[in-house]
T-cell receptor, first 112, second 113 residues
Framework: DGGITQSPKYLFRKEGQNVTLSCEQNLNHDAMYWYRQDPGQGLRLIYYSQIVNDFQKGDIAEGYSVSREKKESFPLTVTSAQKNPTAFYLC???????????FGSGTRLTVV | QKEVEQNSGPLSVPEGAIASLNCTYSDRGSQSFFWYRQYSGKSPELIMSIYSNGDKEDGRFTAQLNKASQYVSLLIRDSQPSDSATYLCAAPQSGGSNYKLTFGKGTLLTVNP
């Protein structure tokens, strides 16, 4: 079955540590996205990529980095520069013809 | 920054009633609109998309779009307890493109048995 796989489901980060969230899709979608969700805040766009080897900052990119070396993969690194990383992180993809996003199951990141 | 705003809720309806969820958007160039359902602790799931003025029906769900008023709504008929979730409205940030959706903060719906 086609879909988006995010891993891990839960992740704990120590202060000053970088962590990487995985996102893989087999839908053959060109565009991929990372959103962050906080309680009462809705979804906020971190980074997006419309094509391999190209990506753009979203509304809250500070403290995050991404890469897009393969069409199927769009990993997100939460760096130590992100001061409040505890949140629910959602990866999504979309086809060029439209129709909305397909979301992965999410990664819940907690700072310990 | 293009905005999408939803009635804040929470909204509580009895089982079998019609639930009405509303959304307004700021970008007059937006051509497509989406409703997502998100159960607690889960990721959003696309339930409706609408591109032209008027109504679009899919089972118990009806999406309504009024571009002149920049208003989109979702009606859920014969509401069931399983419809209890947060409903997110979304529209593209950059006019007609499907890219970079902006999401409202969501409306929490509770359907009481």
């Amino acid at each position: 079955d086609g879909g988006i796989t995010q891993s891990p489901k839960y992740l704990f980060r120590k202060e000053g540590q970088n962590v990487t969230l995985s996102c893989e899709q087999n839908l053959n979608h060109d565009a991929m996205y990372w959103y962050r969700q906080d309680p009462g805040q809705g979804l906020r766009l971190i980074y997006y990529s419309q094509i391999v080897n190209d990506f753009q900052k979203g509304d809250i990119a500070e403290g995050y980095s991404v890469s897009r070396e393969k069409k199927e993969s769009f990993p997100l690194t939460v760096t130590s520069a992100q001061k409040n990383p505890t949140a629910f992180y959602l990866c999504a993809s979309s086809p060029p013809e439209g129709g909305g996003y397909t979301f992965g199951s999410g990664t819940r990141l907690t700072v310990v | 920054q293009k905005e999408v705003e939803q009635n804040s809720g929470p909204l509580s309806v009895p089982e079998g009633a019609i639930a009405s969820l509303n959304c307004t958007y700021s970008d007059r160039g937006s051509q497509s609109f989406f409703w997502y359902r998100q159960y607690s602790g889960k990721s959003p799931e696309l339930i409706m998309s609408i591109y032209s003025n008027g109504d679009k029906e899919d089972g118990r769900f009806t999406a309504q779009l009024n571009k002149a008023s920049q208003y989109v709504s979702l009606l859920i008929r014969d509401s069931q307890p399983s419809d209890s979730a947060t409903y997110l409205c979304a529209a593209p940030q950059s006019g007609g493109s499907n890219y970079k959706l902006t999401f409202g903060k969501g409306t929490l719906l509770t359907v009481n048995p």
